[in-house]
T-cell receptor
Framework: DAGVIQSPRHEVTEMGQEVTLRCKPI?????LFWYRQTMMRGLELLIYFNNNVPIDDSGMPEDRFSAKMPNASFSTLKIQPSEPRDSAVYFC??????????FGPGTRLTVT | GNSVTQMEGPVTLSEEAFLTINCTYT??????LFWYVQYPGEGLQLLLKATKADDKGSNKGFEATYRKETTSFHLEKGSVQVSDSAVYFC???????????FGSGTRLSIRP
């Protein structure tokens, strides 16, 4: 299995631009999670899906952030407009319905 | 609410030293407990887990025992290697396939 796939691995953009992060979960996993990791705040859960339906989005910082899961094999996290304080590593993780999560390699986002 | 507290880092040890990273938790009921490890530039990966009181999780020479009486899940290894240098996260899940509560992480550095 290829594991959780995220793209791009690195993204550098200017403030005000739209950013879209992509995730392909492990085939057969029903749960998908988006996290953000920074030195200041550590690892934060942003949102998670079960069977493509958002279950808990209480961690999404503000309306500039949105996430979708149009099918079982693809999810996006969009930031519009981006700000320098959004700079972080964004992780996607999937789970087969047990308590274990499998993380992707992350997308390092830099907003200048 | 549920929470995880782990010892602050960074922790620096010499190769072959004994390692303990403390972790305590607060939760209702009987959560599952985990240790995840994050190597530089990578996503988190599950190191070991325990699902009920007195269970011992083990992997790659690391061990942790689920102690309900002290609400602890301390990570230990008898002889660390340079390759163990990473950030270690203690975590809990109060129900299957739901979100995981992560600790703040402990950075471990091993000197040759």
């Amino acid at each position: 299995d290829a594991g959780v796939i995220q793209s791009p691995r690195h993204e550098v953009t200017e403030m005000g631009q739209e950013v879209t992060l992509r995730c392909k979960p492990i085939s057969g996993h029903d749960y998908l999670f988006w996290y953000r990791q920074t030195m200041m705040r550590g690892l934060e859960l942003l949102i998670y899906f079960n069977n493509n339906v958002p279950i808990d989005d209480s961690g999404m910082p503000e309306d500039r952030f949105s996430a979708k899961m149009p099918n079982a094999s693809f999810s996006t996290l969009k930031i519009q407009p981006s700000e320098p304080r959004d700079s972080a590593v964004y992780f996607c993780a999937s789970s087969p319905g047990t308590a274990e999560q499998y993380f992707g390699p992350g997308t390092r986002l830099t907003v200048t | 609410g549920n929470s995880v507290t782990q010892m602050e880092g960074p922790v620096t040890l010499s190769e072959e030293a004994f390692l303990t990273i403390n972790c305590t938790y607060t939760a209702t009921g009987y959560p599952s407990l985990f240790w995840y490890v994050q190597y530089p530039g990578e996503g988190l990966q599950l190191l070991l887990k325990a699902t009920k009181a007195d269970d011992k999780g083990s992997n790659k020479g690391f061990e942790a025992t689920y102690r309900k009486e002290t609400t602890s899940f301390h990570l230990e290894k008898g002889s660390v290697q340079v390759s163990d240098s990473a950030v270690y996260f203690c975590a809990l899940s109060s129900s299957s396939a739901s979100k995981i509560i992560f600790g703040s992480g402990t950075r471990l550095s091993i000197r040759p």
